[in-house]
């Protein structure tokens, strides 16, 4: 199998890859080892579109970042993701703190940004009811956001497909080796060779590893792990922006934030684990609540849903490393961690300018179409009384398979007819919010399950993502219990 370019890794950065080069006469491969895009960090972090003033101009992060912010609105229009501007506040609880703001502040504008201001203790309490009192003043951002970034990979990917991408899931890259005559050859862990004129390395935080095979060893990817605790939908009222304290050296802090879905998202720490673990910890859970319950004492863990982990994939550079590598046709999208969500689009502009530095013609395509239609729009929920006489039915488009989010058989069979082989419950649920709800699938797990036999004709297992996904997550009642005993003490 012979391409123009193979993309190595199928999160947020190498579907945009895929999709930024739709628009020209090439043949793109994306090999990704997953049974699915997006199932690295592109699933599991903050989903915030951020400012663009944290992160330093000496740094590509600091350059990229508010580049990329400024793209969403019109990726939004074309590929109907999950993106809202909401705004970001950084609160400074103390007076010392002040200074602070102000640095970041002028970052911003060195940055480029035109969206930033200070705000007083007045005007962050008339925003922010629920903030503690205490604040005494905070950095604004107008035009920061949240979006749902597993979708937008998704959607990414979709429209790649839709504009001539081949997707190769279950692709694990277990060697690249330059060809004589260049290019190279790409080897799976599967035995199969695919045969690429260049090779974008865009393998999260397997991206050190992957450039080493190519003997491009001058930098180190380390994982840093991050844990959330999700509450359910409707608790995101709580708060209008993104919450962010201040920044510390591991990263941007306890931040408390409303998804784009409405859901509450509190988190995440930060430890230097030396391997990828995704489990969470009650420890860990605990302390990140009682750390944002500096932001606002008002979060309700009665209404926890879920702890999840993300992990960083932090290089030995501090900075996003995006350059073609000694080894000509090689390039490496690596280390992207915070915020690579934000500054995926002007990471994949810049991607493709590299490779046409490298030599590769890039000939617009007209057939090219950056449109892709969504599987799912942001609405509110139906009355229960409204949707009762939809559950116990036979197979029907409108039949609600899922109570809790109110996903139509319909929606789910759409989801799994865009060209992307959707073969796990899971994969189901980060297209349809089918188990996102409050019962987290213990409803609706088998129902997906025979919606997914209709279509695909062979027998799903409803457990199977559940009991090979490999990961410990601290439930429900533990978590609940540690915070209400912890919070009992205090009084
Ligand atoms: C805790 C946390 C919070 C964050 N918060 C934000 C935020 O609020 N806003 C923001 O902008 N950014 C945020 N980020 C950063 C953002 O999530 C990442 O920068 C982004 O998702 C990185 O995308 P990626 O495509 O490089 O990596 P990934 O999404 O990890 O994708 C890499 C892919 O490569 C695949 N792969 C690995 N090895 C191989 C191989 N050998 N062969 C084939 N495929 C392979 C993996 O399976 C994976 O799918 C956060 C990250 C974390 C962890």
């Known amino acids: 199998m012979k391409y123009d370019v193979i993309i190595i890794g199928g999160g947020i950065i190498g579907t945009s890859i895929a999709r930024a080069l739709g628009r020209y006469q090439l043949s793109v491969a994306v090999l990704e080892k997953e049974n699915d895009v997006a199932m690295g960090a592109t699933k599991a972090n903050s989903a915030i579109v951020h400012g663009g003033y944290a992160e330093s101009h000496a740094k590509l992060k600091g350059r990229l970042c508010y580049k990329g912010r400024k793209q969403f609105d019109q990726l939004e229009n074309e590929l ?9 506040l950084v609160l400074a609880f103390e007076e010392a703190q002040i200074p602070k703001l102000q640095a970041l502040y002028e970052n911003g504008l060195a940055n480029g940004l035109d969206d930033l201001c200070i705000i007083d203790h007045d005007a962050v309490m008339a925003m922010e009811p629920a903030v503690n009192p205490e604040v005494k003043a905070a950095l604004y951002c107008k035009g920061a956001g949240v979006c749902s970034p597993y979708e937008m990979a998704i959607a990414m990917a979709e429209n790649a497909v839709a504009n001539g991408a ?4 279950e692709t694990g890259v277990k060697d690249v080796v330059p060809r004589p005559e260049g290019g190279f050859n790409v080897m799976t862990e599967d035995g199969r060779s695919f045969t690429g004129d260049y090779v974008m390395n865009a393998a999260g935080v397997a991206s050190g590893a992957v450039s080493a095979m190519v003997g491009v060893d001058d930098f180190t990817i380390s994982p840093r792990s991050g844990e959330y605790l999700l509450l359910a939908r409707g608790t995101g009222s709580l708060v209008n922006n993104v919450l962010f304290q201040m920044p510390t050296k591991m990263g941007k802090g306890i931040l408390v934030s409303p998804t784009y879905h409405g859901n509450l998202i509190i988190g995440p720490d930060a430890v230097d684990d030396g391997c990828v673990d995704k489990a969470t910890h009650p ?16 979060l309700d863990i009665t209404k926890f849903i879920r702890s ?5 994939a932090v290089s030995s550079t501090d900075d996003f490393i995006v350059e073609e590598t000694k080894v000509p046709g090689f390039i490496n999208c690596a280390g992207i961690q915070s915020p690579g969500v934000t500054s995926s689009p002007a990471i994949a502009e ?3 300018t590299l490779l046409e530095d490298a030599g590769l013609k890039l000939v617009p395509d007209p057939g090219y179409n ?4 969504p599987i799912i729009q942001k609405k509110a929920l139906l009355p229960f009384k409204e949707i009762k006489d939809r559950i116990d039915i036979p197979s029907a488009p409108d039949k609600i398979i899922c109570r809790c989010e109110q996903v139509t058989e319909a929606t789910i ?11 796990t419950i899971d994969g189901v649920k980060r297209r349809t919010r089918a188990g996102m709800g409050f019962c987290q699938g ?3 797990r088998p129902r997906v399950a025979a919606v997914m036999e209709q279509v695909l004709g062979h027998p799903v297992d409803p457990s199977f993502d559940v009991e090979h996904s490999g990961v410990n997550r601290v439930g429900r009642n533990a978590i609940v219990e540690a915070v209400q005993a912890a919070l009992a003490e205090k009084e």
Not at 80 to 88: A, D, L, Q, T, V
Not at 370 to 373: D, L, T
């Open 80 to 88: 109907h993701f999950g993106f809202e501007k909401i705004g970001s």
């Open 166 to 169: 081949e997707l190769f899931l």
């Open 283 to 298: 420890d860990r859970l605990l302390k990140i609540f009682n750390e944002a319950r500096l932001t606002t004492d008002q």
């Open 308 to 312: 999840f982990t993300g992990v960083r």
């Open 350 to 352: 810049m991607a493709v």
């Open 370 to 373: 950056p449109n892709r239609q």
């Open 413 to 423: 069979v759409d989801a799994m007819s865009r060209g992307i082989p959707v073969t």
């Open 442 to 444: 213990t409803f609706c």
